[in-house]
């Protein structure tokens, strides 16, 4: 029954990311129209120096056009429960009800549990005794909708999540703070990876709030800034 590991790509991002934005930040103070704007749109230098100005000014409407999606699989489901509560998103997951997990199930074990020999054997043997009860309810009839029941927030999942560049960088600010949890912490940073990848300009927007802000306004700070 195996501990896996986290996987997310990019699977969807509009061409010329940066130019959308600058014509989308550009039209608002310009004579031109905005398809002249995305025409002669050629000095990425004064591109990201409007872009900047106006994102830090909080013009985030031009930052929206920006649609990405993820194929994300082997985060948890206590992961996806957090990741769902951002109501700027879209989601497909995997569904419990109509794909029964088989005999085994993934799981994805926290770090210091998997670190520490006891609490890991104790962690394995009690996944091992999910997966056997759940095949007892499956093969007496119950239906998965109702066996997933007894399913632990460790059981691993699968999703495609899209959201708009906005709400990438919000959830950056949120999720990239030390406050967050590991796995979503780590799973937002592996989903602004690979936006990085391709798009090397938005490394300095996809950052925790206390990057953003100069100041900390945790009530538990990790000590990184200065607290507000
Ligand atoms: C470290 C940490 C700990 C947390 N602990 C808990 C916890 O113990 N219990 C718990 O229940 N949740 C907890 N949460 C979840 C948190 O309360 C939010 O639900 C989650 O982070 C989504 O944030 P959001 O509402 O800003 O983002 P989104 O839903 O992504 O929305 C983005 C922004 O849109 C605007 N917006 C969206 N919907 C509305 C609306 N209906 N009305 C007005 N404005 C709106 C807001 O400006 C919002 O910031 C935690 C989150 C973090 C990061």
Redesign the pocket.
Known sequence: MPNCQMSVKLISKPENILKTVYTACRTCYSALLPQEIFEGADDEEKMLKLITRVISSGHYSTIEHIQLSFAISNVSRACTH?LV?????SFSQKSQRYVKEKGEFDYVMPPEIASNPLLKEKFEKHMEDVAKLYQDFVEAGIKAEDARSILPNATSSSLVASLNLR?LI??AN??L?T??QLEIRMLIKKMCDEVVKEEPWLKAHLVPKCERLGYCDEDKSCGRMPQR
């Not at 509560?85 to 998103?89: I, V």
């Open positions: 957090q509560r951002h109501r700027h998103m709400e919000h959830l949120l999720r703070c406050r967050a």
